[in-house]
């Protein structure tokens, strides 16, 4: 059943990659009555600031996708940061929705959470079989707790608390750190720079053999919607595009859509991360979702929304 166009729903994070997302998605369905605060304006990590917020303001849905994010260096090097943050912000949250009697909350965790080898694709029931990929085990290890929190307050509570695991994403909105985010738009940046600046060598790390499935965060957006419109149950949902590519050919992708003509070199220092993380995605089909937007298409969209935004700096 698609929630009532007026209801009153929290995006918590509607500034970043997916809540912006989220946020575009609800406005174009007509969604009037969206509840969003800054980071300066409302610290989620603040727990007392957390509940008087959801008690002055009383939501009736959550789309909890405020998160400490970054790719594997951050995640690498920051350890504590991302175990800490994230446990904080998603504990308060979950907490006040229950308390103030949220009618439904969607969590966002993340492909991390599986294995660092587990089956392909992998499906939920991997969750916590075998020891998770180093690079990210802080940041997977506050998300698995997210999704038990969910299952916990469901069972104990019948709280409707929802989890969706996307894979790596990326669109309008990303984080273009050189070091800090993810490959995508790490490299869409580090191409444009070498092009306008002439230069014939970009440093990409790791091998290039690692496999990673990317989905454009506008299909992660109507994913979310339609999970938070049909799907009230314990189990944790897959998110993907359901292909594959490997760095290498996301690298000679990014290279082409940008137009840089110089050569690759591969900084093998650089860690690589799980060897393959491809989601199994037949529950979500299931249920009737599939994906839209090609990764050449949404790559595309990506560095045309990248030049406007910071391809004059
Ligand atoms: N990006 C990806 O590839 C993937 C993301 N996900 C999940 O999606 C969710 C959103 O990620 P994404 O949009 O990429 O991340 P972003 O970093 O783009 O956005 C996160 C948002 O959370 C806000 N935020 C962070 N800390 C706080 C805080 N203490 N109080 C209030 N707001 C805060 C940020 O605000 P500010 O910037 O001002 O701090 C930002 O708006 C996360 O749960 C992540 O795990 C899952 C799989 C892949
Ligand atoms: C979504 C997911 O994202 C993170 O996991 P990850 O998939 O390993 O993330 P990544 O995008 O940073 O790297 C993917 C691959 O790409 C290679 N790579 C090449 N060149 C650059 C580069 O310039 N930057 C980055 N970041 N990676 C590069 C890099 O060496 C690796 O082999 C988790 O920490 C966690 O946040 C999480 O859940």
């Known amino acids: 059943m698609p929630i009532d ?98 009618q439904k909350l969607l969590f966002l965790g993340s492909s991390c959470i599986y294995p660092k080898f587990a089956p392909q694709p992998i499906p939920e029931n991997a969750l916590l079989t075998a020891p998770l990929e180093p690079t990210n085990e802080w940041y997977a290890v506050a998300k698995i707790a997210g999704i038990k929190m969910c299952q916990a307050y469901r069972l104990q509570h019948n709280f409707d608390a ?53 989905l454009h965060v506008d299909d992660l957006a109507d994913a979310v919607i339609f999970l938070l419109d049909n799907y009230s149950d314990l189990e944790h949902v897959n998110v993907g595009s359901g292909s594959e590519v490997t760095i290498k050919e996301l690298a000679e992708l990014v290279k082409e859509v940008v137009g840089f003509k110089g050569e690759l070199i591969w900084d093998s220092s650089k860690p690589d991360g799980t060897p393959r993380k491809l989601m199994d995605t037949s529950k979500l089909v299931g249920l009737g979702w599939t994906p839209k937007i090609s990764l050449r298409d949404g790559l595309v969209d990506t560095y045309k929304w990248y030049l406007e935004n910071y391809g004059k700096q």
Do not use: C
């Open 162 to 214: 929802i989890s969706a695991m996307p894979t790596n994403l990326y669109g309008t909105n990303d984080n273009f750190h050189p070091e800090n985010s993810h490959v995508l738009p790490a490299l869409l940046r580090r191409f444009h720079e070498a092009k306008i600046n002439n230069l014939d060598k970009v440093v990409v790390w790791g091998t290039g053999s690692p496999l990673r499935e990317f």
């Open 5 to 102: 166009t007026s209801a009153k729903i929290f995006v918590a994070g509607h500034r970043g990659l997916v809540g912006s997302a989220v946020a575009r998605k609800l406005h174009q369905l007509g969604y009037t009555n969206l509840l969003l605060r800054s980071h300066s304006d409302l610290d989620l990590t603040n727990q007392s600031a957390v509940e008087s917020f959801f008690a002055a303001e009383k939501p009736h849905y959550v789309i909890l996708a405020a998160a400490k994010v970054g790719g594997i260096h951050a995640n690498n090097t920051y350890p504590a940061d991302f175990i800490t943050v994230n446990l904080q912000i998603q504990t308060n949250v979950i907490v006040s929705s229950f308390n103030h009697k949220v």
